[in-house]
């Protein structure tokens, strides 16, 4: 029985696969951080703020 010699491919596909899955979410924070995403803690944050200075207004 010949096998194809493609399949040897298979497991470097799937290493390659989670390598870079596991690049991504390793730089996550980074790439928030990078592209001035706010974390949910920021949001909330602003959101708190925004109820706040409302208030405020409203007095």
Known sequence: MTTNPLWMLVPWAVFAIAAGLK????TALFRKHLLGIPSRTERFRQALERIWQKDQQAV
């Not at 690049?23 to 390793?26: D, Q």
């Open 23 to 26: 690049f991504w979410r390793l």
